[in-house]
């Protein structure tokens, strides 16, 4: 594993090494002054966005196939078969944007300009091939339009990396990264999206400005995350900041319960 990071600690880093003795963690710590990092960050995403787009001149070159996973996520299953994905050629594969209508898909392409049939990606969980990202170039592509005009990328280096990889990506199914907005059955997806409403998740990305980590989350798979909590050595910090406490373990175990029956209960229907 790599974790690209800004600022923490040793002593943060060596408890996590601990806590997971099996897995061999690579640490690799970016200069804050950066000048990726110095970027305007966005209003509920840290300047920390903009790590990804340095995987490819950061990590170790001997990296040719990354599968990059924003922070906010939980792994409900097994990521192998993602991982042994065929690129078909491209350098990045990624599900849609299940927060972008087909109107704002055309905004999108009105105001960069670009032509023909595509969609739009959800920059959160990327499948790399990143021999072929070093040799294209196009993360440094990405990074240049947004230290031209930061400002003209409202979602900024997802916008970017959709600029520069547009018509040039491989879509995966959108249980690889499961966003907020499929859970509001009012949404309007870009593409068909009721092929993607009935999703039941393998990598929860919890989208939004709510998380799993403050008592006011809602999502039904929090529970993945609460789960996991208990087990942390970050437990009783993370409960702390968070206002989680006893209740809040159970109530996002029923709304859990209840959305994985709901689920079975549709995918029965179906088939
Ligand atoms: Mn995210």
């Known amino acids: 594993m790599h974790a690209l990071h800004t600022a923490i600690p040793a002593s943060r880093r060596n ?3 601990r806590h997971f003795p099996d897995i061999e963690i690579n640490w690799y710590s970016v200069d804050r002054d950066h000048p990726a990092l110095r970027l305007a960050p966005l209003i509920h995403i840290s300047s920390a966005t903009y790590l990804r787009l340095l995987t490819d001149v950061i990590v170790d070159v001997s990296v040719d196939r ?18 042994q994905i065929d690129l078909d050629g491209y350098s990045l594969a990624a599900t849609l944007d299940q927060g972008i209508s087909n109107e704002d898909l055309a905004t999108f392409k009105r105001m960069y300009n670009l032509s023909g049939d595509a969609l739009y990606f ?3 969980v ?31 280096d997802q916008d970017a990396l959709n600029v520069v990889f547009w018509q040039r990506w491989k879509t995966l199914p959108a249980k690889w990264n499961f966003q907020r907005s499929l859970l509001y059955a009012d949404t309007d997806i870009q593409g068909d999206a009721r092929l993607r409403r009935d999703v039941v998740p393998a990598i929860v990305h919890f989208t939004g400005s709510q998380k799993p980590w403050t008592r006011d989350e809602w999502h039904p798979y929090a529970w ?16 702390a900041k968070g206002g989680i ?27």
């Open 15 to 17: 408890a996590v090494d």
């Open 66 to 83: 990354l599968l990059y996973l924003d922070v906010d996520m939980s792994i409900a299953q097994d990521v192998l078969p993602l991982w």
């Open 122 to 124: 959800n920059a959160g």
């Open 126 to 156: 990327l499948l790399l091939d990143l021999g072929r990202i070093r040799e294209v170039g196009e993360f440094k592509q990405a990074l240049d339009l947004l230290t031209a005009d930061r400002d003209r990328y409202a979602l900024a």
């Open 224 to 239: 993945l995350y609460l789960k996991q909590l208990r087990k942390s050595v970050f437990r009783a910090e993370i409960e």
């Open 245 to 271: 406490g006893p209740r809040t373990y159970v109530k996002a175990l029923l709304r859990y319960l209840l959305r994985v029956k709901l689920m079975r209960g549709t995918l029965r229907r179906r088939a």
